[in-house]
């Protein structure tokens, strides 16, 4: 906490090692995160490029309500759903040219979906609803707390709760016990 408050001040005052430094702590936590709520690698790649692109950009301004990490996860998840919305309301291909993309692994950098298993887990966890894998992401990849995870979406801790259990069950169901959630 005391470093990110100084990385927070060095932002604010236009230090170049503030961001570069952020960039460093939280560039593959940020990234496992969106592994998480999306399907593709390349808007994985986009969407955490473009959280330090606007921290860049409006860091003089930089003014938070909590904790650096915690800023930098709301605007991931912000940018996701803006990212979703975007491909939603674009036209759709027809289902031959669609490729299976919750469960293909072949870039190295895709280390959420490491072998078959993690795959299966990974294209399941696709089908969730968005308030589910959202609360799943963040608390089984990004390691924060039902409370901290409320805070971040503005929800009561018993709601945060629900959807993480109803998505566990969910996957329970979707993977038949093939896989150890």
């Known amino acids: 906490m005391i470093e990110d408050t100084l990385l927070v001040w ?3 005052n236009g230090r170049e090692d503030g ?11 940020l990234l496992k995160i969106a592994y998480a709520l999306l399907d593709d690698g390349q808007q994985v790649e986009d969407a955490v490029q473009d959280v330090f692109v606007a921290l860049a950009e409006s860091s003089q301004r930089l003014r938070l309500d909590g904790n650096l990490k915690g800023y930098l996860v ?8 803006n990212m979703q919305k975007a491909r939603s309301s ?18 190295p ?30 608390h089984v990849h990004g390691g924060l707390r039902f409370r901290q995870i409320a805070r971040l979406q503005k929800t009561s801790i018993n709601t945060v709760q629900s959807r993480y259990r109803y998505g566990l069950e969910k996957l329970r169901f979707l993977l038949n016990g093939e896989v150890k959630i």
């Open 10 to 12: 060095k932002l604010r």
């Open 74 to 81: 709301r605007c991931l998840i912000n940018r996701v759903q």
């Open 90 to 107: 674009s036209p759709s291909l027809p289902l031959s040219e669609v490729k299976e993309s919750c469960s293909h692994g072949d870039r």
């Open 19 to 29: 961001l570069v430094r952020t960039y460093s702590k939280y560039k593959n936590y």
């Open 109 to 138: 950098d895709q280390w959420v979906i490491l072998d078959d298993e993690h795959r299966r887990a990974y294209s399941a966890l696709c089908q969730l609803p968005e308030s589910q894998r959202v609360v799943i992401a963040l």
